[in-house]
Structures are given as C-alpha cells and as structure tokens.
C-alpha cells in the first residue's frame, strides 16, 4: 500500500489557527497542542490514583472478546498509571462512517509516535459512547454500488428503535441480517467478500446489543494495535464515577455558569458556537425506560420528558443506589472522561475539538485537567480504478477532494459544446435586451404596457436559458459513459459534498482489499499528521 500525504487547501480557520498555535485559540485549552514541551509537560503529571480500578473494569467489558497479546500488555500498562491517547464514537451500524476506524488509527499512531519520541508508556483507548439515544443518528450506512456507480442508503429497519441509550438496545438479529444482506449485495463481488460477509453474520448471531456487535467488529479490526475499549455506560464504571457525578450535581449551576461563560468568550473571539443546549444540569437520569435530560428550577430537578421532580437529596440517593441511571450529556461527558483517565491526549472530529474550547471553565470547576485536544487524521482511499478515471480526464486528485467534481465535469461538457452555437445564442438574447429596451421606450408612458413588455422579456431570456440548458444537458446525454466516471470519481473522493471518510464505511474497504487491510501488517506505517492522507492500496 503506498501512502501520500497532501496539503489541502483548508477552509476550517479553527485548524488553521491550531496548526499556527494562535494565541486567542490556545487560550482556550489547557495545553499548546503542537508544542513537544506540552507533551513532556502532561506525560510528567501524576497519575490519578483510578487506573487499578479501571484497568480491572476495562479487563471485565472486554471479556467476552479473544484478547490479543498486545491489548494484555495495554491493560497492564494501564494498570500501572500509564498515561493514554483516547477518542470516542457512537456506535454505528457495521461499524459506521470510515472516520471511526481513522479516529482509531489516529489513538494508535500517536501513541506509537509518543512511545518512540519520549520512551513513556502509552495506551491507546477508544471510548464507545453507548449511552447516547439518537438512534436515528447510527441506524443506517452507505454502500458505493460500483455497478451503478453510485452510493445507496443501507438502513436497518425497526417499528421499536431504543428510547434509551444505544448500549440497553438488543436489536432484531433478523433485520440486522437483512441490512448486512443488502449491503453486501451491493458490493462488487471480489475474493474476500464471502469472508467478510461471514464474519459479520458470525459477529451478529454471537453478540445480543447494539454497541456489543460494534465493540466487537472494532475488535477483530483493531486488536494486534493493543487497542482497548470501553463503553461510557458500562455499569461498573457508573459505580467507579459516583464521586465525580456527585460532585457534578451539587455543583452543577457553577459548572453551567462557567461553561456559559468560556463559550461567549469563544464566540466574541470570533469562533462558532457549537454547544446548542438549554439545560442547567448537563445530566441525563434513566427514567421509565427513558434517558431523560435533568433541569434545575425553583430548587428541583426535573426530568425533560416525564416531569418528575426531585431534590439534590433524591438525587444524590438514587445515585448512591443506582449509579448506572445516569448519564452525561456533551458538556460533561469529556470532564468524565478525563476525570477517569490517566489522559495524555484527546483526538476527536473537527467539530469535537471546536466544542472542547467551550469547556476548559467547565473543567476547572471540577478541578479536572484537559489533556492535548487534537484532531483525528484525514484519510482518503484512492482505488485503482478512481485513480484511472483521474488521469484518463486529467483531473486533480486533491482538487476533487476539496471541492468535488462539479468545475471538472462542466469543464468537460463545455469543451464539447459548440462554441458557433453559444456564442450566436449569446448574440441573440442580447440583440433581444437591445429590442425590448427600444419597446419600453416606446411604452414608458403606459404602465400596463410596460408590464406587458418586461414580462414577455422575461419569458423570452427564461426560454433562452432554458435552451441552453437542455442544450448542455444534451452534451451530458450524449457522453454518459463520462458523465458515469464523472459521478464515480465524486462519489469515491467527495461524496455527498465532503470527504470520503464521513461516508463511505470500512466494510467497503475490506472487501475490496482484505479483512486485515487495517492491521499493522498491511496498512502503511503511519505518522500522526494534520495534513490529508490518501492511501492507494
């Protein structure tokens, strides 16, 4: 596999700022992420005393997978107050969008790269975020359909989606098995589809949840990198996070002001708002079979969908008794995390870190440290079949990548076009503006007769645009076959107006380049980087 890397133009001035070390952004975070002084400074930080136990509860959730011998020594080092990159992901069907295996390979690589650079023992974690219930978010997939050279929708269909968080879900195994089926049956037939369609039945008919059969796909994936995984509504580490969720109850209207607070300084600074919520609490309490979002008004808390109140005391008992009934929503959930973790670094998407520059006020009410908040790699697949419509059109690879394919594909329909015809057609409409001018003249002093005359303009420069248009459309009919290519081409490198990653779904990769196409043997050695990876296998 050969493995470039390209500096895309960049749109995002957020990244643009994080790469330069900006002063007003990194104001906002604890550390300077691409400063090495910062990495010494956090891998020098004491440990915080939790990593025996969560060593042991992450032992006890991965119990049920066939742990590799590189995941044993991560749960050792773990054990043994090493610090961790870590990232997270809701649990999409068949693993989801491409993004979740790149977040992954980013944990890994940077942990390598740290390990190497520093000689500190290094942990890569990945953090399932079983407890959110948007099931409407992870519920479906997409497939390229090479024969029709286009993407398909693959959803898993259900009457009773989870009122829940995702983790409490047991899906129908049979309507599982149906998506599975239609994904498949999309695919071009190669020599490891069999392979890959029977290992996901297997995964399927052996694991009962949702976020189950998603832990263990990253698994079989992820397991000789040493990869540890844990989901964030794990019963256990509900029990381990009690001190924590009591202190984020009690304290909850000062960690609502300061999160308020930090996040008007980011908009003044000229940053989007990310974070759009209107409770006061930032918890969520299962409540008759319910995840329910906790308000705080007139001294009680109530719950967002059956308006149940309580008081702190209530609470605070329930959560004595019954931990594992609740739950943080996007403001808590990263404290908690880094609460539990000996954390060296956080990767997350490009709107995770933007959300992270609203919580550093929200951290310091805890008394929780940020880690390194850096994004997860950019990585593009380059088939040899994509690669060979490239350069068959002469087109750019890191241009599609950017911006799609529309100015090529109008390129190429108007260098087959007439230029006699365009331009004759150019000469008419305005010889027409030039006639009707002289016509309003001639009726400037009649207003129902201007009218008239503007609104037959009107409709004739309407029906020369659309003779232009069909003419051109004509040139698409023509030229199918290219316009194909052209939609191919798109589809593969910017499908459905962004990057590849956010789309397409790994099985894809693995069926048309092996079930251990993402193993350390196979995929290209990589470093940790900013700028965009494209990966020709």
Request: proline share 4%; aromatic share 10%.
């Amino acid at each position: 596999m050969d493995c470039l890397t390209a500096n895309i133009n960049e749109n995002d001035q957020f990244l643009t700022k994080l790469k330069s070390s900006d002063s007003v952004l990194n104001s906002f975070y604890q550390y300077d992420a691409m400063s090495p002084e910062s990495f010494k400074e956090a891998l020098n930080k004491p440990s915080n005393g939790r990593e025996k136990a969560l060593a042991s509860i992450i032992g006890e959730y991965m119990s049920d997978l066939d742990l590799s011998d590189q995941q044993r020594e991560s749960i050792d080092k773990l054990s043994r107050g090493a610090k961790v990159v870590i990232g997270g992901q809701q649990a999409g069907l068949f693993g989801g969008p491409l993004y979740t295996f790149h977040k992954i390979l980013s944990i890994v690589n940077l942990s390598l790269q740290v390990e190497d650079e520093y000689q500190k023992e290094v942990v890569p974690v990945f953090w399932i975020a079983g407890e959110d219930h948007d099931f409407d978010e992870v519920n479906h997939t997409y497939v390229f359909n090479p024969k029709k050279a286009m993407l398909q929708k693959v959803k898993y269909h259900t009457m009773t989606p989870p009122e829940s968080n995702v983790s409490r879900y047991t899906p129908d195994k049979e309507a599982l098995i149906e998506a599975l089926d239609q994904f498949m049956g999309q695919l071009q037939e190669t020599e490891h589809t069999k392979v890959l369609h029977e290992t996901m039945l297997s995964l399927i008919q052996k694991y009962e949840t949702w976020t189950d059969i998603f832990k263990a796909l990253l698994h079989t994936v992820f397991k000789d990198y040493g990869v540890l995984f844990i989901d964030a509504q794990d019963p256990k580490l509900r029990q381990l996070e009690q001190p924590i969720l009591k202190e984020m109850l009690k304290q909850h209207g000062a960690v609502d002001n300061a999160f308020r607070q930090q996040q008007a300084r980011t908009v003044e600074a000229g940053f989007s708002q990310m974070i759009q919520t209107d409770t006061n609490v930032h918890l969520f309490l299962h409540e008759e079979d319910m995840r329910q979002l906790l308000t705080f008004e007139d001294d009680k808390f109530y719950t967002s969908k059956s308006q149940t109140g309580y008081t702190e005391a209530e609470l605070l008992e329930i959560l004595e008794q019954e931990p594992e009934r609740f739950s943080n929503n996007v403001v808590t959930r990263p404290i908690m995390e880094e609460w539990l973790f000996n954390t060296l670094s956080f990767i997350g998407g490009p709107s995770e870190i933007k959300y992270w520059a609203e919580l550093k006020g929200a951290f310091d009410v805890l008394d929780v440290d940020m880690p390194i908040v850096l994004p997860r790699m950019k990585i593009t697949y380059l088939t040899p079949r994509v690669e060979k419509l490239l350069n068959r059109y002469e087109i750019n690879t890191e241009d599609v990548i950017t911006n799609g394919i529309d100015d090529e594909k109008d390129k190429f329909i108007r260098a087959h076009a007439s230029d006699n015809f365009l331009e004759q057609l150019d000469a008419l409409q305005e010889n027409q503006q030039e006639v009707y001018k002289q016509l309003l003249a001639e009726v400037k002093d009649n207003e129902d007769n201007k009218n008239l005359v503007i609104k037959n303009n009107q409709i004739h420069h309407t029906q020369y645009d659309y003779l232009r248009k069909r003419y051109f459309h004509n040139i698409e009919r023509e030229n199918a076959i290219s316009m194909k290519h052209f939609r191919e081409i798109n589809d593969a490198l910017h499908p459905m107006g962004g990057l590849q990653e956010r789309i397409w779904n790994a099985l894809q990769i693995m069926n048309d380049f092996g079930m251990d196409v993402f193993s350390p043997s196979t995929y290209p050695p990589l470093r940790y980087t900013l700028n965009q990876i494209i990966i020709k296998p």
